[in-house]
């Protein structure tokens, strides 16, 4: 009795292995006994397994979009936020200014001890080559100054300008005593307003203990140096500007040990962006190719380069559709692309005001329909198996089980199955042939598809070294342009034939 439930379960467990599904059912309580020399017909197992079923074992079911008539696509949804930003054309070169004063010296014949002030101005320019401020407030900012003379000692700088004010509306006054000749302050928070653009004209009063010296001229060197210059928003005038960027992304559509190439068709792509500069942009893309290992790089769009006009909007809206077909890996499905983003593409003249948050962003929408054509695809599963406690039947004289297939998927599937001993890194039987294990259904009518497997003592005792089942799979929609559906599904029907030489007890 007890090896007669063992071989039961073995039957069970290595069929329902074997076809990498779950168990559905396993019904043997009508079976109580057979006599010498006769057979008796297993119900092993049966699974339904539908195409959504199928997706999550794939474990891609969360980009898969099903419609209202279970038709599936693949959305592939892709972001570039800020491909060319306010913050970008708001930084300005740093600058560099030297300057050298002078006067005659009164004292040359009698050195005499008095203070001396120094009183000038200076109009300091800030490097842009595309664009023109006249008003603005300075996000960040540092300016140094150091002097040198042979006037006497600097004891006190008073430094002012009309064209910067502070947070409260105050024109921009510092006075200090700096040491050694030299002092500096930070921009940040502050408001300039200058009638010459890129601009700041400061005037400086310098301070000085008078040193007697005879030297017929008296001087005085000025050097200023301003770093990390950046405006948080500016009006002025904007030159056409442009900015390169480029997109390196990979979609996955299948898992890894999914191997081939697809043929796909009428894959829509859609471009959306926003662009709150305020004024137009375009966006031209010189390359865009399908990466993927086996297949040659193909671009994306033809003609080449392509075009697309983007109108000042706060809110996403879509520039661009097309439908494309080409071939690409269930795996890897990489897109190399290459952009130019130009901002005032018509040179507008008129006075305009940029922030460091205007954008141009733009979004990638990918939407492709399960409808391709199968070039080869391969898919290799494997399921752990543990028959370790399963005893050999001694009264068994003939074992054949019986799978049959009943689908409505539009594919061929063609496949090997091999036992294979982990331990010892080799495989120990072939169950499985190269040979067709469903019928693909064309027509959307069920096709029906019948293996048999003889297993005898010889093949068993192979099994049982085994600890894995290795399944390898090829799909083939015979040059048919096939669709997924929701709906479409496989079943598998698993009976055990068995015949015994003697009673055998259930």
């Known amino acids: 009795m007890m090896k007669s439930n063992r071989i039961t379960l ?51 079911d969360s980009l898969i979009t099903c419609a209202d008539d279970g038709s599936l696509s693949f959305d592939y949804y892709y972001e570039n936020l800020g491909v060319l930003s306010g913050e970008e054309i708001l930084w300005f070169k740093d600058l560099h200014f030297e300057g050298h004063y002078s006067m005659e010296n009164p004292h040359v014949e009698i050195p005499s001890y008095q203070d001396t002030v120094l ?98 001229e008296l001087y005085v060197d000025f050097k200023l140096d301003g770093s990390d210059l950046a405006f948080s928003e500016m009006t002025g005038y904007l030159e056409p500007y442009d900015s390169r960027n480029r997109i390196d992304t990979t979609f996955v559509l299948f898992p890894h040990n999914l191997s081939g190439t697809l043929d796909v068709r009428d894959v829509m792509l859609r471009v959306s962006e926003r662009n709150t500069f305020g004024v137009d942009a375009r966006l031209i893309v010189d390359t865009a190719l399908v990466m993927a290992e086996g297949i040659e790089p193909y671009s994306v769009f033809d003609p080449m380069p392509l075009v697309v006009e983007l109108p ?70 494997t399921v752990d198996i543990d028959l370790a406690e399963v005893e050999l039947p001694e009264l068994l004289e003939q074992l054949t089980l019986e799978l049959t297939f ?50 005898t003592e010889e093949r068993i005792e192979r099994v049982m070294h085994s600890d894995r089942i290795i399944m390898r799979y090829v799909l083939d929609t015979d040059a048919h342009n096939v669709k997924l559906n929701a709906d479409q599904s496989l079943t598998l029907f698993v009976k055990a034939r068995a015949k015994y030489d003697t009673a055998v007890e259930f």
């Open 10 to 60: 073995f039957l069970c467990l290595f069929v329902c292995l074997m076809a990498s599904c779950k168990k559905s059912h396993y019904d043997v309580t009508n079976v109580h006994g057979v006599n010498a020399q006769g057979e008796v017909l297993l119900p092993i197992g049966s699974q339904t397994l539908t195409m959504m079923d199928m997706m999550e074992r794939f474990q891609v």
């Open 119 to 216: 009183d000038f101005e200076q109009t300091i320019a800030f490097q842009a080559d595309h664009i023109e401020v006249f008003d603005a407030k300075m996000k960040s900012g540092h300016l140094d100054f150091t002097v040198t003379s042979n006037v006497g000692m600097l004891r006190r700088v008073k430094l002012s300008s009309s064209d910067i004010k502070d947070a409260a509306g105050n024109e921009f006054v510092m006075d200090f005593h700096p040491q050694e000749g030299h002092f500096g302050f930070d921009l940040e928070g502050l408001h300039c307003h200058t009638e010459t653009a890129n601009s700041l004209t400061f005037n400086f009063k310098l301070y000085c203990s008078y040193v007697p010296t005879t030297a017929p």
């Open 312 to 381: 000042a909007q706060n809110a996403f809206g879509e520039v661009f559709s097309q439908s494309l077909s080409g071939e690409i890996t269930p795996y890897g499905g990489g897109i190399s692309a290459s952009s130019l983003f130009i901002v005032n593409t018509s040179g507008m003249e008129d006075l305009i005001t940029v922030y460091d948050t205007c954008n141009l962003d733009v979004k990638v929408d990918v939407s492709l329909p399960f409808s391709f054509v199968v070039n080869d695809v391969q898919y290799l599963d």
């Open 406 to 455: 009943t689908s409505t998927l539009p594919v061929d599937l063609m496949g090997r199955f091999y036992m294979y001993d982990s331990e010892h890194d080799m495989i120990t039987d072939t169950l499985v042939g190269d040979g067709k294990l469903i019928e693909a259904s064309f027509d959307g009518q069920p096709t029906h598809t019948t293996l048999s497997l003889d297993i």
